[in-house]
């Protein structure tokens, strides 16, 4: 979570034109209230913060900090309220029509409980900007999730309201932190059918990635209608991210982030909240990703094949000592066989996608079985 990858990322959407003042502009971020923060967490956590990041040698286990995944540092409050702020000020601008489309690449920090910080996550942003809109007036809110790790903090907040769809596709709990995320959690008693899990087998690549997310997320967003599409964008799907055993491309990423804009073109006038998330290639991954996604949330996509600036290269190698990429693409193409096509017994990865299917899509009028 070296914060140099948002600075990289940054670095190379302002080199590449993505931002700035004819492009996507980016604005102050305020730091979130107490009363922002208590829209999902409890006194107990935020008095916490406040007291390790004021003596970072306080390890308070009981609320995650000073594990490992949450060392505690001086000023953490601080930071990590500035990360909540920015989430919700994307979501006021989108609610208030002041814009269409809007991101905060250092948010989406979805592991974070009502009471304990947890992944790498010290408050929840993207459930405080949720939350933020319903208080607003939205009836409804879909959250998707592609972080490789499930977003269960997220789902943990919204698993009994009903007005809230939460959908995460991550690889299997079997195999990673936080162990959760399997089809069977599918809501609370008053809201059924309202999280959805897509559980992905590792070494799955772009294609059956794409695969199993046009055959779960689209359907499901359509029945709900939702009046703000919010998104989560961790990058550590990504076949060179050392914490998981995905295998996606920065092209497969990008056939996402326009999958996911034209979702909410379709179904709720084009409000889009989009955060980051995780993602541990800090330079060789991370930035080229999001600078895609930033292009397209500004409405106007890179072109895969364009190179990366030889100013932005050379700012790698001095910060993080390591050969930047030259161009914006891994030279993957991006298809996949709809799940329309036909359904193999065979394909742990199908029996994935039927098995989420099964599960949730009855509780929205859809049958799991037609395609």
């Not at 909410?264 to 889009?272: F, I």
């Amino acid at each position: 979570m070296n914060p140099v990858r948002v600075d990289l990322t940054m670095s190379l959407a302002r080199s590449l034109g993505v931002v700035g003042a004819d492009a996507l502009s980016a604005v102050p971020a305020p730091e979130a209230t107490d009363a922002d923060l208590l829209l999902v967490h409890e006194q107990s956590l935020i008095d916490a913060v406040r007291r390790s990041s004021a003596d970072p040698a306080l390890r308070q286990p009981q609320f995650g900090l000073g594990t490992d995944d949450n060392p505690t540092f001086a000023g953490m409050h601080q930071a990590a309220r500035h990360v909540v702020g920015a989430s919700v000020e994307a979501a006021r601008r989108v609610w208030s029509g002041e814009v269409v489309h809007a991101a905060n690449i250092a948010g989406g920090l979805h592991h974070a409980m009502p009471a304990a910080t947890s992944g790498f996550c010290v408050y929840n942003d993207v459930a405080v900007a949720i939350q933020w809109l319903l208080n607003a007036g939205a009836r409804r809110i879909a959250y998707v999730d592609v972080d490789v790790h499930h977003g269960d903090g997220v789902q943990k907040i919204f698993y009994d309201d009903p007005r809230v769809l939460t959908i995460s596709l991550h690889e299997t709990g079997q195999m990673l932190f936080p162990g959760t995320g399997f089809p069977v959690e599918t809501g609370g008693p008053n809201a059924p059918g309202s999280s959805v899990n897509v559980a992905l087998p590792p070494g799955t690549t772009d294609g059956g990635w794409l695969r199993a997310f046009h055959a779960v997320v689209p359907p499901l967003v359509r029945a709900f209608a939702p009046d703000v599409l919010v998104t989560q964008h961790g990058c550590d799907s990504h076949r060179e991210d050392p914490l998981a055993h995905l295998m996606l491309t920065v092209d497969g990423h990008r056939a996402s982030y326009l999958a996911l804009h034209d979702l909410a073109h379709e179904v709720c006038g084009g409000r889009w909240v989009a955060t980051g998330g995780g993602g541990y290639a800090v330079a060789e991954v991370v930035p080229r990703s999001w600078s895609h996604l930033l292009a397209i949330v500004g409405g106007a996509p890179l072109d895969p094949g364009a190179a990366t600036p030889a100013g932005w290269r050379t700012e790698v190698a001095d910060r993080v000592g390591v050969r930047a990429p030259e161009e914006m693409t891994d030279g993957a193409v991006p298809e996949f066989r709809d799940f329309s096509e036909g359904f193999d017994p065979d394909s742990w990865l199908d029996r994935a996608v039927a098995e989420t299917r099964s599960a949730v899509f009855p509780e929205h009028g859809i049958d799991p079985m037609s395609w």
